[in-house]
């Protein structure tokens, strides 16, 4: 997204992306399963109709049009270099997705291309300059800090790609988060995701007409996590404030993921064992899960404004007792599933 924009252009850019997201949205539903792109229902899945899975598509053009419209308004000035990298690495991702839905592609391809991606991403963009607690910071040295932060666009593209599997559950997700990270750095960046998102969000809240596919999911999953680097070199606010207001979705996959791999399970393969997915077994419908993961994400979000305010004794607090709470909610809903499991 081209960085010269005028306060007063901003609303109305927000505007018409969240509209050309909709729109596109609106075609790619109904005309989508022509293109031969959609969604089949397996064992796995939560849907029960084949469904178009290409509203990625949508959200990239929306997006990639509101920073050209930015860079016309902007006297056509080339955007710093880094924002420039991080445009072009967004788009790769997203082609990636794209090929991905087309091609299925194997896992070890799709790492192989994702880690030579965020490793580009890293080198030419914003970094994570320093591991950082309450009172504590270790400035990383130039290679430490582009590894960490190539892991953690690998790790989040990919988090956010698992969690696509509810009804609006990863667009709300973008919706919220994007509005957090945007007030915690300071930027309107991140706010055309949340636009991009919501647009989307109407075609893709159950019952879901729409959706993103892979295309999407690994462009808004990148776009968040280059967010979220940029906006804390930029602003200086913790790194971990910005990993607070994606919380939701980093401890279920986290704590899964450490799971399957205690049990020697396949960790790459797809399954159905995330939380949020335990909770449709549970009777929870996509809507009610959705609208909870946002009311979470929301709480989150306070927390993070809240956390870069405070002294390094409220900073442990926030994340003692956010740990604390997610501890509890997996805890319950491990026991209601187990309950549930030994009933039939």
């Not at 909870?292 to 390094?312: D, E, K, P, Q, V």
Request: charged fraction near 10%.
């Amino acid at each position: 997204m081209a960085s010269a924009f005028l306060s007063e252009k901003t609303p109305i850019l927000l505007a018409a992306t969240a509209l050309l997201s909709a729109s596109g949205s609106a075609l790619l539903a109904r005309y989508g399963n022509s293109v031969g792109i959609f969604d089949v229902p397996n064992q796995r899945s939560s849907h029960a109709i084949p469904t178009p899975r290409t509203g990625g598509i949508g959200m990239f053009a929306a997006l990639a049009l509101a920073a050209l419209a930015a860079w016309f308004w902007s006297g056509l000035r080339p955007p710093p270099r880094q924002e420039e990298w991080l445009c072009a690495v967004g788009a790769a991702f997203f082609l990636l997705g794209l090929c991905e839905d087309i091609l299925q592609l194997s896992e070890k391809l799709r790492l192989i291309i994702q880690t030579l991606l965020a490793l580009t991403a890293a080198f030419f963009g914003p970094r994570i300059a320093s591991a950082a607690l309450p009172g504590a910071s270790i400035a990383l040295a130039p290679p430490a800090a582009a590894a960490l932060t190539a892991f953690w666009y690998v790790g989040f593209v990919n988090i956010f790609n698992f969690l696509d599997g509810l009804d609006g559950y990863a667009a709300g997700e973008a919706l919220c988060a994007g509005v957090f990270i945007a007030a915690l750095s300071g930027s309107a960046r991140p706010l055309f995701i949340s636009a991009a998102a919501a647009g989307f969000l109407i075609f893709n809240f159950k019952p879901a007409r729409l959706f993103m596919g892979d295309g999407g999911s690994y462009f808004l999953g990148f776009l968040l996590a280059a967010s979220c680097v940029a906006g804390s070199q930029e602003s200086g606010v913790p790194f971990a404030a910005f990993l607070l207001v994606l919380g939701s979705f980093i401890v279920d996959s986290a704590v899964t993921l450490a799971k399957r791999i205690a049990r020697g399970e396949p960790w790459m393969k797809a399954h159905r064992s995330h939380y949020y997915q335990r909770l449709t077994d549970l009777g929870f419908g996509h809507a009610r899960i959705a609208l909870m993961n946002m009311g979470l994400t929301a709480l989150l979000g306070i927390s993070a404004l809240a956390y870069i305010r405070g002294g390094a004794c409220f900073k442990w607090l926030v994340l003692i007792g956010w740990a604390a709470a997610f501890a509890g909610l997996v805890g319950l809903i491990e026991r209601a599933f187990r309950i549930k499991a030994a009933k039939f």
